[in-house]
């Protein structure tokens, strides 16, 4: 079977628990409410392009542990191949959330062995005929399974990249290797801020990455919508206005309906508003992928 599009990044158990605020040291706070869910930044995303009618697949690593197990059915529940998923010794990944009344968030993450992928386990035969690969980021050293499969990846692929927090922290020589190789850059502004200079304009920092030939970049900046840009075009999409109850995996969401929306033939404004648009129904509901639309719903509000 080919895929449109296979994700390769950390596989997770999501325990959001509800607090009535983010506690800072010393301080106590109560919990209301908890909701467990299988994440992933890139398992998320491929969740969002499967409930849009693509055909998404996966690249990571699991234990044989409850965990493990409910990450497994997750995924296959929603459609998302799991032939790419590598089943290891040790626990699974875990990330524990914290959110409050306002949606916003604290994660803790516990990567089990989503640090321990070696590039010897992952069979570049699961990628023929793939339209995008696209990355997440790992807290340990499974970048390197990431990196030596770009090397191997033939031309045809497109590489999506969103590097998430934990990779901007770690600076652009440590992400070179993926930087040259990626078409899609997916990041959010405090990321870029991250990854750049900080006392740059955000015209320089945008400069300083497409520096690295990428197709094309995209900041998303949360309640501001976000910006795209290639060589040719640049474009400004402001946000849905929505009730946010939880920012987790909203960058995940926009990911998902950005993909989609290219892959659809869909121009890059176009495709940036049903990214806004999928991330908007992802913040309507506690999880990453409780409000993940169908085709059907971003076709009524986006076209």
Request: glycine letters at 10%; charged letters at 25%.
């Amino acid at each position: 079977m080919s895929l449109d599009v296979v994700g390769f990044g950390a596989l997770n158990v999501d325990k959001l628990y509800q607090v009535n605020r983010i506690a800072k040291e010393d301080e106590e706070v109560y919990i209301k409410d908890l909701n467990l869910s299988c994440g992933g930044s890139a398992a998320n995303t491929m969740v969002g392009l499967s409930r849009l009618g693509l055909k998404t697949g996966y690249i990571g690593k699991v234990s044989n542990d409850p965990e493990g197990n409910l990450i497994l059915e997750n995924l296959k529940n929603e459609d998302v191949n799991t032939n790419g998923v590598i089943i290891g010794e040790g626990r699974s990944g875990c990330v524990m959330g914290y959110v409050d009344l306002s949606g916003q968030r604290a994660l803790y993450v516990d990567p089990g062995v989503n640090d321990l992928i070696k590039p010897e386990e992952i069979k570049i035969e699961y990628l023929k005929d793939v339209k995008i690969l696209h990355l997440t980021s790992f807290v340990g050293e499974s970048i390197k399974a990431q990196e030596a499969l770009l090397g191997e990846l033939p031309s045809t692929v497109n590489v999506s990249f969103d590097p998430g927090r934990i990779y901007a922290e770690k600076g652009l020589r440590y992400l070179k290797k993926i930087l040259e190789r990626t078409n899609i850059l997916l990041i959010n502004e405090e990321e870029l801020k991250i990854l750049t200079s900080k006392n740059s304009t955000f015209e320089d920092r945008i400069n300083a990455l497409m520096n690295y030939e990428l197709d094309l970049i995209v900041v998303k900046r949360g309640e501001k919508g976000c910006y795209v840009m290639n060589v040719k075009e640049s474009h400004s999409i402001e946000a849905f206005q929505v009730k946010c109850k939880d920012t987790t995996g909203a960058g995940d969401a926009f990911n998902s309906g950005f993909i989609y929306g290219l892959l659809e033939g869909k121009n890059l404004y176009n495709s940036c508003v049903i990214g806004n648009y999928v991330a908007a129904c992802c913040v309507e509901e506690i999880g990453t992928i409780n409000g993940l639309p169908d085709s059907s719903k971003v076709k009524k509000n986006t076209l």
